[in-house]
């Protein structure tokens, strides 16, 4: 068993597994368990044994007028682990609409005025981030894909601002020592990206007569959401 579970909330298999893969390749792990929140509970992961998550990210949003039963499931035991991680028993990470559902849960406000197109964008680390354990090695900022269409308003209460912009003022936060959320994705590479955009591409994340350019731009990016993810299983346990 891996120290570290992915957990998936993507219905789409093929972006389900192409996420996973890029996990792994980032974590720099040669196994990386994995639960699928759509189609199985928490609970047959024996989740609570891992001392690390990773949690991707989904067509889902938290301000969504209508959810589902299983978006409810999933919102639920994305909080459990959120709030595992807020007590110091385990260190997780949350992307994209993982920061939406953990802004909620600690009382902040999620809204939709600050979307990002698909692209590779820089975010600049604040002056904790600078010293965090996770985010301080790549100060002043690091370069990573976005692509969402809500955002923490702005941090949440007791949580603290480790990386922003200008197109998104919440790039990352960390709450408590173990807890962190980021609008961004730092496991996708260029040709991750594209893939994944190829699967969403009528979803609202750009506009698709513009599909050819969006992807040649993404293609010819540098990220390094590698770097960052590298150092994720070095906090576990430390």
């Avoid at 965090?132 to 702005?154: C, I, M, N, Q, W």
């Amino acid at each position: 068993m891996s120290s570290v579970l992915y957990v998936c909330v993507r219905p789409e298999r093929s972006a389900a597994d192409a996420e996973h893969r890029s996990f792994r390749r980032g974590l720099g792990l040669g196994m990386l368990d994995r639960i699928d929140l759509l189609h199985a509970s928490l609970e047959t992961a024996e989740w609570e044994q891992y001392e690390g998550f990773v949690i991707g990210g989904s067509p889902f949003n938290v301000t969504d007028a209508e959810k589902g039963e299983h978006q409810r499931a999933v919102e639920h035991d994305l909080e459990r682990i959120a709030a595992r991680a807020l007590d110091g028993q385990a260190t997780a990470l949350f992307t994209c609409y993982g920061i939406g559902v953990v802004t909620r849960m600690l009382g902040g406000r999620v809204h939709t005025a600050q979307p990002e197109q698909a692209s590779a964008t820089a975010v600049h680390l604040t002056e904790p981030g600078a010293e965090d354990r996770l985010f301080g090695p790549s100060a002043p900022s690091l370069s990573v894909f976005t692509a969402h269409k809500e955002s923490a308003a702005e941090t949440p209460p007791g949580a603290v601002l480790l990386a922003t912009n200008q197109a998104c003022t919440v790039q990352a936060y960390r709450a408590g020592e173990r807890l962190y959320a980021t609008q961004f994705h730092p496991e996708a590479s260029p040709q991750d990206f594209a893939d994944r955009m190829a699967v969403y591409r009528a979803s609202g994340y750009f506009d698709p007569r513009e599909y050819d350019a969006t992807e040649r731009a993404v293609l010819s990016a540098s990220v390094d959401g590698d770097d960052l993810l590298a150092r994720f299983p070095r906090l576990i346990g430390g």
